[in-house]
């Protein structure tokens, strides 16, 4: 008898009326994450995250996470609108190699404003390219670079 009157007693929080303080706490650490997270995104891209990514900073990030990062290069930026080609609406353009990598050529887009930022990553979504997108950098990787250095690099770049 003892066991069946038990079983149909309701919860505490619903006896009282209180909810949790787990759920509270469950509630504000989803709602943080979820701002992180969307931080990071293409759409919130330049909503007051801070000064504007330079490739020193996105190499020293790489470097800052173990990666032996070379001969990084000025290359040009743009260029003339081709079919077949992306957009050119990056404002600079950096090359770099992760040594040690059979594939391990990238290269770093620096936008002036969120809109080229989009349109260049659609363009490279559409096609199957490997980039990473933060703020207002893209870094175009090679397709065969082993997923274990994209990953140390898209986890460094997400520090910035």
Request: proline fraction near 7%; charge should be positive; aromatic fraction near 6%.
């Given at each position: ?7 149909t007693r309701a919860p505490r929080a619903a006896r009282t009326g209180m ?56 290359q040009p930026a743009g260029g003339d609108p081709s ?78």
């Amino acid at each position: 008898m003892f066991d069946r009157i038990h079983a149909t007693r309701a919860p505490r929080a619903a006896r009282t009326g209180m909810r949790r303080p787990r759920h509270r706490a469950l509630l504000l650490a989803s709602l943080l994450l979820t701002s992180l997270f969307s931080a990071g995104s293409p759409a919130g891209a330049q909503s007051g995250e801070g000064r504007p990514l330079s490739a020193a900073a996105i190499v020293a990030a790489f470097r800052h996470a173990g990666l032996a990062i070379d001969r990084l290069q000025r290359q040009p930026a743009g260029g003339d609108p081709s079919p077949g080609e992306p957009p050119p609406t990056e404002r600079e353009a950096w090359g770099f190699i992760v040594r040690g990598q059979a594939h391990g050529d990238g290269r770093i887009l620096l936008f002036a404003t969120a809109r080229g930022r989009d349109a260049k990553a659609a363009w490279f979504r559409r096609f199957g390219v490997r980039v990473l997108v933060r703020r207002d950098a893209i870094v175009w990787l090679d397709q065969k670079m082993a997923p274990v250095v994209v990953a140390r690099l898209r986890h460094a770049l997400e520090v910035i």
